[in-house]
Nanobody, 124 residues
Framework: QVQLVESGGGLVQAGGSLSLSCAASGLTFSWYGMGWFRQAPGKEREFVSGINRSGSGTDYADSVKGRFTISRDNAKNTAYLHMNSLKPEDTAVYHC?????????????????RGQGTQVTVSS
């Protein structure tokens, strides 16, 4: 059974930083590209970032480019999202997702698995 479990969310002031983790189990992690999505109340789900299975390629939404960094540790079966210079508009539930692919996951990717999410709240 595949599980993706996010952690690291919380409450932070604007301008602050948070690091999210996504621990994967039940799959061969190094075969999967990983992505992060977010969804705020009343808004559509938004692609945030993606990383290919080797970690050599990444993609970011324009809204987070230069502030967020995606990474992965295949030895630990874990993906990360490091978020700096957080803004109130970054407030959302953040989900990680996995896709069996060699490419860099992007906004149009159909992911195979998705986690339950972790809440990130940025106060002004």
């Amino acid at each position: 059974q595949v599980q993706l479990v996010e952690s690291g969310g919380g409450l932070v002031q604007a301008g602050g930083s948070l690091s999210l983790s996504c621990a994967a189990s039940g799959l061969t992690f190094s075969w999967y590209g990983m992505g992060w999505f977010r969804q705020a109340p009343g808004k559509e789900r938004e692609f945030v970032s993606g990383i290919n299975r080797s970690g050599s390629g990444t993609d970011y939404a324009d809204s987070v480019k230069g502030r967020f960094t995606i990474s992965r540790d295949n030895a630990k079966n874990t993906a990360y999202l490091h978020m700096n210079s957080l803004k109130p508009e970054d407030t959302a539930v953040y989900h990680c997702a996995a896709v069996h692919s060699t490419g860099i996951p992007g906004r149009g990717t159909e992911f195979d698995y998705r986690g339950q999410g972790t809440q990130v709240t940025v106060s002004s």
